[in-house]
């Protein structure tokens, strides 16, 4: 077989191969959360310097960063005290939202790679968020 095509075959192969595990990998957009929500009006910008790791899967918190990786908030639910205020960073290479549901007030807009959105909480309650591109993304503040 000539070594031209045997390389073309290859290299296509290899770009099915990595186009598979993308769609694999990829987070379900389909499912959409539902939830009671409420939010003051306050936001702000601010930059966050907080790097600490975090996990997906850590209960309640009372750290006031959110950092956007992996296709998740982590972490999932934080916990606030009345008039904190909450900043998020996209650390993925991907777009993200931070968008409040059934009525909480949030909303970031499109954070690229590396930008930040601040949300002050002036009233108490539980307010969940999702990312508009990915939906299956969630997160929860408890104001308290």
Request: net charge negative.
């Amino acid at each position: 077989m000539n070594k031209k095509l045997v390389g073309s075959v290859i290299a296509i192969v290899a770009v099915i191969a990595l186009v598979t595990v993308f769609i694999v990998t990829r987070p379900d957009d389909s499912e959409t959360p539902t939830s009671t929500a409420n939010s003051s009006d306050s936001s702000t910008d601010a930059t966050s310097n907080d790097n600490s790791p975090r996990n997906n899967d850590v209960p309640a918190t009372e750290t006031n960063t959110v950092d956007i990786e992996d296709f998740a908030f982590a972490p999932v639910s934080i916990k606030v005290k009345k008039g904190e205020t909450v900043t998020w960073t996209n650390k993925d290479s991907s777009p993200h939202t931070v968008t409040g549901t059934d009525g909480a007030k949030m909303d970031s807009g499109t954070l690229d790679q590396g930008k930040t959105y601040s949300f002050t909480f002036d009233e108490a309650g539980t307010f969940t968020y999702k990312c508009d591109f990915h939906p299956s993304m969630t997160g929860t503040v408890v104001v308290e």
